[in-house]
Every structure is written in structure tokens, then in C-alpha cells.
């Protein structure tokens, strides 16, 4: 059984910098794409970002150039590093991954429908 447990939310200001990770267990981490989505109270899911096995990375536009997802196979986890945090960063963010070995277009990895495993969540809080 796969299992994914994120650790690393919390409460940022404005303009600050968080990491947070995901383990993943129960198969091959590095032979399947891994995501990351967010939610906040209210809203619906959405995409973040993406990582194909092979490193290619996804974005949504609303944090391009501020966050960075990365991989390391060795420990089974992925990261996000969020950088220059903001208000409507706040949310619960997820990990999720698939079951199949497959990235496909942007726009695939950007689909939740496309992920079959998710965590538990984080809460990240940016005050002003």
C-alpha cells in the first residue's frame, strides 16, 4: 500500500521562506511522477507543481519563480521550497502521486484526476 506523509507547514510571514517534504512508502519511488496541490478554506484543490521521475518540473503560474519542486530518490521523498510567501499561499498542500509511470504534458500533471495517492496534508500559513 503507498503511502505519502508530508511534514514541514507551519506559520511564515510575508515574503518568508518554507520547505516542505513528502515520504513516500509501499513501492519504487523513482519510477513515478510525484505532485504537489494546495487548498484553502473554501476553494478548491489545485495544482501546484509536478516532477516527473527524470527531474522534468511543472508550475502553476501562480508560483513560478517562487517555489521549486525537487526529488531525492535515495530517500524516497520530495520537497517544495517556497520562497517569497504571500497571503494567498496559505492553504493545506498535498502530495500525491500515480500509478502509472507516466508525466505526459503539463497539463496532465496539473490534473488531479491523474493522481491516485495522497497524503494527509500540511497546513501553510502566511501572515501579514
Known amino acids: 500500500q503507498v503511502q505519502l506523509v508530508e511534514s514541514g507547514g507551519g506559520l511564515v510571514q510575508v515574503g518568508g521562506s518554507l520547505r516542505v517534504s513528502c515520504v513516500a512508502s509501499?513501492?519504487?519511488?523513482?519510477?513515478?511522477?510525484m505532485g504537489w496541490f494546495r487548498q484553502a478554506p473554501g476553494k478548491e484543490r489545485e495544482f501546484v507543481a509536478a516532477i516527473s521521475w527524470g527531474g522534468h518540473a511543472d508550475y502553476a503560474d501562480s508560483v513560478k519563480g517562487r517555489f521549486t519542486i525537487s526529488r531525492d530518490n535515495a530517500k524516497d521523498t520530495v520537497y517544495l521550497q517556497m520562497n517569497s510567501l504571500k497571503p494567498e499561499d496559505t492553504a493545506v498542500y498535498y502530495c500525491?502521486?500515480?500509478?502509472?509511470?507516466?508525466?505526459?504534458?503539463?497539463?496532465?500533471?496539473?490534473?488531479?484526476?491523474?493522481?491516485?495517492?495522497w497524503g494527509q496534508g500540511t497546513q501553510v500559513t502566511v501572515s501579514s
Open positions: 509501499g513501492r519504487t519511488f523513482r519510477n513515478y511522477p
Open positions: 500525491a502521486t500515480s500509478n502509472r509511470a507516466y508525466y505526459g504534458a503539463s497539463s496532465y500533471a496539473a490534473d488531479p484526476r491523474n493522481y491516485d495517492y
